[in-house]
């Protein structure tokens, strides 16, 4: 899916001062393009949308880039990640 376009006369609140929905679907879908970075793999233990990246900051070459590929198993969020 497309990430939609924000238009800047629209407001990013509603009148009750919760972020409309426009904006927080723009905001999550934005969000998948800033990595998670940690230390080790994060299978079992980084709870994450399903296509987020995540960059092992102690990692070796071949083992440093995972991305978030099923969106849970077994309704547990933190698993699903593929090393890339």
């Known amino acids: ?3 939609p376009l924000l238009n800047v006369a629209q407001p990013i609140v509603d009148d009750s001062g919760k972020m409309a929905q426009a904006f927080r679907t723009w905001t999550l879908d934005a969000s998948l393009s800033i990595p998670i970075v940690g230390t080790g793999s994060p299978e ?3 709870s ?3 296509f987020q990246l995540y960059i092992d ?3 070796t ?3 440093i880039e995972y991305r978030k590929m099923l969106s849970e198993i077994g309704g ?3 698993q699903g990640w ?3």
């Open 1 to 3: 899916m497309k990430t």
């Open 44 to 46: 079992g233990l980084v």
């Open 48 to 50: 994450a949308r399903q």
């Open 57 to 59: 900051s102690t990692g």
């Open 61 to 63: 070459t071949g083992s």
């Open 76 to 78: 547990d969020r933190t």
């Open 82 to 84: 593929i090393l890339v």
